[in-house]
């Protein structure tokens, strides 16, 4: 178990991981930048910039791992086989339920301030996909300016 762990853990949750790090790190240094820049009197900041950067910075900091990761269809099936020997149902598995509970009262709280608005689906991988390109067409305009 432990290789299988050790494997999955360097092949798929440390290049996520820092994937996403690296993504937020980007967004967070641009809207710095541009707020930085704004505050200069002779600066011509654009306001569109700055809601560009902090919209994608915001949804960048809502990924969860649990959004992006890729299905392990073989975990799955083994983790049934072991269940079904027990005489256990895959649904009761202790600590993903919870897990999944305590996301939910995290996406509710998210959006308790929100009026009117329809409550969004959680991000998946083209999400961010389509946030790296923002980020990059945001980058590459301001590199234009400098």
Known sequence: MQEGFDAGFADVGVPLGREIG???????????FLLLKAKEADARV???WVEE?????????????SDIEPRDEEAERH????LEMEGEEMEGVE?????K?????????????????????????????????RLEALVIE???QA
């Open 53 to 65: 950067a902090r919209g994608i910075d915001a949804e960048l900091g809502s990924v969860r791992y």
């Open 22 to 32: 690296q993504l937020r790190g980007r967004a967070s240094a641009a809207l710095a």
């Open 46 to 48: 654009s306001e569109t």
């Open 142 to 144: 301001l590199g234009r």
């Open 95 to 99: 600590g993903v339920e919870e897990r």
């Open 79 to 82: 983790a049934r086989e072991h």
């Open 101 to 133: 509970r305590m996301e939910g009262v995290e996406d509710l709280m998210a959006g308790m301030g929100v009026v009117g608005e329809r409550r969004k689906a959680r991000p998946t991988m083209e999400d961010v996909g389509r946030l790296r390109s």
